[in-house]
């Protein structure tokens, strides 16, 4: 055996597995396919990332049209939390229920927030997370305080938090996972789809790993793929890598599956056998199945004669229309700073020449509405000729435009009278959730609430896809305090 749990994936749910099983002594073996980041100067280059792409994955995906999808699902040690905006929040306790919806009414969880709740205490912990649970009405109760004092705002953010409240509304610090002064020191941009490189984000790698790799049992192989799960009848025999162009098998005990939503589902559909003819872990035909991601719609609040003189922005949110705002009263989502946009950023996103988006981005406020999306089984990942092909549907979408549509008038009455609203398109699958669904029914999800596959005795998957739901939270911290709740259970086996 070459390790008594192997681990496939390093970012949010792999690499806090491994801290919360290094302790335990076992021989644990962490697969990544990327490297880690390096620091180079396109680290804090916008045109780098935002007009050139440079970090993104060398991977064609299709829609369900066939037409290629180039995704912005990064492959580094760390995964996508490198370049996470690093909000950690907690899903609401109401999250956890079932919740009607405009479009319809949400599954819940097998698992309530009370037994998540130390695990997210544990996570904020591990994840350095600064924030005020005091300063949001609908934060759930929380066993230990945040470990760290809110991010600062800067003035003008000050300025919209007071125009916000004059209008009667409750703004919140947003609770973040980022050293300031750190950051700051690299270069005066936000972080947000910026890649960290001087350990100042709290992302998987500085915390998670950082945390496993103290720990002579734990060993990381980086820039090996896996390609494929070998099952003999109800077990895991072996996790097929490719290694700089060779291949291997790798055995162990447990294998966990941590490689993100779409790409954990994708791996189970490819290692399809005669024992498992529709994919492994399949028997309900949920593999893949549920995709969500959130409505998430930028918004770029103009007023030519103000000028924005923040740098990173990213430090409150409004969480009024979470759980009502709706017609009969449905939730509508959470309302966050989106990070700073600038020119280069502009000109990238919306294609404008670079001095008018330079003008547009100094004289207006960036700031983000997200709902959330519903588990619809036609909403899929498929694998399809050796390529991942992504069928996403969107849901739930009345409740987004009554959102934007209240942003957008606060904003106007904050005095950033011209909105320019945009969804995030389908290239950036950046909340990806839902495929590989929690379930104490077999027939109708793929892990139990230990997140064992129904199927197999020791496959577990502790990745964003396992959420129930997507709520309209950030999902990282979630995929965290769930880690850490396998680690829990898998100590004890
Ligand atoms: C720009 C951006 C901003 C975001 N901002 C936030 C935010 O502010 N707050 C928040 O909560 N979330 C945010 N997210 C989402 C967050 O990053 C994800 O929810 C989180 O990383 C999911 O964790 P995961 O373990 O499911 O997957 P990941 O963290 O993506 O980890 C999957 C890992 O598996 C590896 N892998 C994949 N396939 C294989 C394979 N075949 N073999 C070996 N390794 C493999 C990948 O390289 C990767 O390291 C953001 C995402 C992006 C892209």
Not at 224 to 244: F, N, S, Y
Not at 486 to 493: D, K, V, Y
Request: hydrophobic residues 40%; neutral net charge; charged residues 20%.
């Amino acid at each position: 055996m070459d390790a008594d749990i192997l681990i496939i994936g390093s970012g949010m749910g792999g690499a806090t597995l491994a801290a919360a099983l290094a302790p335990t002594g076992r021989r644990i073996l962490i697969v990544e396919r990327g490297e880690r980041l390096a620091d180079s100067p396109e680290a804090r280059d916008p045109v780098a990332i935002f007009q050139r792409g440079h970090y993104k994955p060398n991977e064609t995906w299709r829609d369900i049209s066939g037409a290629a999808l180039h995704p912005g699902n990064y492959a580094y040690v760390g995964g996508n939390t490198k370049f996470y905006g690093a909000v950690l929040l907690r899903y609401r306790a109401e999250d956890f229920a079932p919740l009607r919806h405009i479009e319809g009414t949400t599954p819940g969880w097998p698992v309530s927030y009370a037994e998540l709740e130390p695990f997210y205490s544990q996570a904020e912990t591990l994840y350095r997370v600064r924030g005020d649970a005091a300063q949001d009405r609908t934060e759930p109760p929380h066993s230990t305080p945040y470990p760290f004092a809110p991010v600062p705002d800067e003035a003008d953010i000050f300025t919209l938090r007071a125009a916000f409240t004059a209008q009667g509304l409750h703004v919140a610090a947003l609770p973040l996972g980022v050293d300031l002064d750190r950051w700051l020191a690299r270069a005066p941009t936000t972080w947000d789809a910026f890649p960290d490189t001087t350990g100042a984000k709290s992302d998987a790698e500085n915390c998670g790993l950082a945390a496993a790799l103290k720990h002579p049992n734990v060993t990381l192989l980086t820039g090996t793929k896996v390609t494929r799960l070998i099952a003999e009848g109800r077990r895991i025999t072996g996790v097929e890598v490719d290694r700089a162009g060779r291949h291997e098998t790798l055995t162990a005990t447990t294998v966990v599956l941590a490689a993100g939503a779409i790409l954990s589902s994708a791996l189970l559909l490819a290692s399809a056998n005669a024992d498992h003819p529709t994919g492994l872990a399949n028997g309900s035909d949920q593999v893949g199945r549920n995709f969500m991601n959130h409505n998430l719609t930028g918004m770029v609040a103009w007023n030519p004669f103000r000028r924005n003189r923040t740098v990173y922005e990213k430090t409150i949110q409004i969480n009024d229309f979470y759980l009502t705002g709706g017609p009969d009263g449905e939730p509508l989502g959470n309302i966050q700073m989106l990070g700073r946009i600038t020119g280069p950023i502009l000109a990238g996103e919306a294609g404008l020449p670079l001095w008018l988006a330079r003008h547009i981005a100094d004289h207006s406020i960036h700031i983000m509405a997200m709902s959330e999306d519903l588990p619809d089984p036609n909403s899929r990942v498929l694998w399809q000729n050796g390529e991942v092909v992504l069928d996403w549907r969107r849901t739930n979408t009345r409740a987004h435009d009554l959102l934007v549509g209240r942003l957008k008038q606060a904003m106007r009455r904050a005095g950033w009278p011209i909105t320019l609203a945009r969804g995030f398109p389908k290239s950036k699958p950046s909340h990806q959730c839902g495929t590989n669904r929690m379930g104490a029914d077999a027939g109708t999800s793929v892990v139990d609430p230990n997140l064992k596959a129904h199927d197999l005795d020791n496959l577990y998957i502790a990745d964003a896809s396992v959420l129930p739901t997507s709520a309209a939270v950030n999902p990282s911290l979630t995929v965290a305090a769930l880690a850490l709740r396998l680690g829990q259970h898998l100590s004890a086996t």
